[in-house]
């Protein structure tokens, strides 16, 4: 078969479906992906027909924005860009179907909805977290102040989200939507992210069910897969000088992903706690770190690295919360402090909480919180009894691809019986 992935977002949005594409690739399928152009290199490396979405400066300027990281503004601000982007990736995806497509998309592949819509072709939904998926009965987690007390019952819960799709999110989307599904001769729609958005062939839950078990208010063709872990760690030249780094001791990873942050003040605070527990560190990071910080040794600083290159050597992991980089230190089973700061990130750091793998600290963290909060991870049994225990549960990055893979295949197998019937 012929399968268009679309995957729209940063990194931990677009590597499980390149992993994913990988395995369908190896099992005979012919693969288009469509992507922003700033994965170009990896997706063609793969050797599947790209499609790119927008250029790679845009996407720059995108990810540099504050408003996107900021909880109040984060969703307009991410609304704007792929409203924007709807005919070109509808244009895109059209031109690319045969008579032999299944499509395979990630949550704001709107345009391959579009495509199922008008023209019948098979949509597999993939939702990289659970948090993306509609679901009062879930309690997602929301920043501090805004999520609903605990004892709020579920139908009133369930009425006063309604309330907030109707008020906030229909009203932000639904004008740039409704135009375009006008152009394209298809009713107006509501509802959009609790029942227009999933595919009603097929959505994938791309975590496990420890993570996230399946919720009865959640779309009834929901099948959990696992984590299909994907990260570059194939594609990455040796690094003699990382290497010898991580040889002396295991250090302490800071990453806060492609979220922007002021880097002079979280750098700064998290140079401070390595030296108040006396540890040593590696930044990852595309922003300018100030050079006296690693002045003495005992701290590297690389634009990036595989995590599963670094993390089996890693004594923590302080990040944002991004959901690929939460199952990666998981899977290693390295304890984690989580900052989160917009998006699914407050969701993901309360359920890595929940298991016992660390902690969270709410952003701006200072160098104080980070300390405490490291000298307790790193030193507790608990802690450390919670990660080798949800290392051994992860299944491998190969069998939850795999998982992924047969769903699809499954979806196109029906549609052509359907097709013949």
Known sequence: MHVIITAIGSAGDVHPFIGIGRTLAARGHRITFCASAVFAPVIERCGFKFLPLGTREEYRAVMADPA???????????WKTVGGTLR??????????????????????????????????????????????????????HPPGTNLPTFVPYPLRRLLLGVIEHAFLDRLMKPELNSFRRELGLPPV???????????????????????????DWPAQTVLTGFPLFDESGFEAPDAELDDFLSVAPPVVFTPGSTTVNAAQYFAAAAQALKSIDRRGVFLTSQAVDPSLSSDGRILVRPYVPMSR??????????HGGVGTTALAIAAGVPQIV??????????????????CGLQVFAPACAESLATALDTVLNSHEVRASCDRYSQLMPPGDSAREAAALQVEAVARRAATYRVA
């Open 68 to 78: 996107l990281w900021h909880p109040r503004t984060s969703l307009p601000t991410l």
């Open 88 to 141: 070109e990736q509808y244009r895109l995806l059209e031109q690319a179907c045969d008579d032999d497509t299944v499509m395979l998309g990630s949550l704001w592949a709107f345009s391959a909805r579009l495509l199922q819509e008008r023209h019948g072709i098979p949509l597999v939904t993939g939702q990289v977290t659970p948090f993306a998926i509609w679901s009062p009965l879930a309690r997602p987690v």
């Open 190 to 216: 509501k509802r959009i992210i609790s029942r227009w958005i999933s595919s009603p062939d097929r959505v994938l839950g791309l975590f496990a069910d420890w993570f996230a078990p399946i919720q009865q």
């Open 310 to 319: 670094i993390l089996p050597h890693t004594a923590a992991l302080v990040h």
């Open 339 to 356: 900052t989160p700061f917009a998006h699914d990130h407050f969701d993901n750091a309360a359920r890595m909480q929940r298991l016992g």
